[in-house]
């Protein structure tokens, strides 16, 4: 199974600064047939599913706020919130779909500072 | 609007057995490869099946509910669903449905609320 490894496993942000979260894989998820990554990144409230933020590593779905941006390739990836807002606050995933099973990171709880 | 309603959730001894349903609705049900996602209380998100769009219906497990579990789809009903056997303590938690965003290998763009499954004597 591909291993994802999340870091950190919480951070602390002030309002309209910048969050930044890794996620590594145990393995390659560039997929050589789009020459795309097998990467997507989740928001999850309290209480709520998670929602699909960005997909091929750095598509953000729609409707997602362009201060959510995802970059990385192979086995290094990275979400970030450019501008923390506070409906920001959040648990968020990383999540593998190259081979299965589709495996997720541990999660990065966010916080205002 | 796409839809996704769980259910058949609730409370079952170890050993038991419990069939988890997911009524699909807003899109063409057939052509979306499908999984089941859950989350024990308090912890992060694991992928337990995936079944393809394709009428073959290739499926996969975690190995954690390998040979215990079976998931499948009635594409007549937009049905998807877990079939849950000798289950164990470690598998109470959230079961969410969720909707593979195009082709087999994509994200997961839509999910339902999930419903509770706990195991407990």
């Known amino acids: 199974d591909i291993v994802m490894t999340q870091s950190p496993g919480s951070l602390a942000v002030s309002l309209g600064e910048r969050a930044t979260i890794n996620c590594k894989s145990s393995q390659s998820v560039l997929y050589s047939s789009n020459n795309k990554n097998c990467l997507a990144w989740y928001q999850q409230k309290p209480g709520q599913p998670p929602k699909l933020l960005i997909y091929w590593a750095s598509t953000r779905e729609s409707g997602v706020p362009d201060r959510f941006s995802g970059s990385g390739s192979g086995t290094d990836f990275t979400l970030t919130i450019s501008s923390l807002q506070a409906e920001d606050v959040a648990n968020y995933y990383c999540?593998?779909?190259?081979?299965?099973?589709?495996?997720f990171g541990q999660g990065t709880k966010v916080e205002i500072k | 609007e796409v839809q996704l309603l769980e259910s058949g959730g609730g409370f079952v001894q170890p050993g038991g057995s419990l069939r988890l349903s997911c009524a699909a609705s807003g899109y063409p049900f057939t052509n979306s490869a499908m999984s089941w996602v859950r989350q024990a209380p308090g912890k992060g998100l694991e992928c337990v099946s995936v079944i393809s769009g394709s009428s073959i219906g290739t499926t996969s497990y975690a190995d954690s509910v390998k040979g215990r579990f079976t998931i499948s789809r009635d594409n007549s009903k937009n049905t998807l669903s877990l079939q849950m056997n000798s289950l164990r303590a470690e598998d109470t938690a959230v079961y969410y449905c969720a909707k593979v965003r195009s082709g087999d290998y994509d994200a997961f763009d839509m999910w339902g609320q999930g419903t509770m499954v706990t195991v407990s004597s």
């Open positions: 999540q593998q779909y190259y081979g299965s099973p589709r495996t």
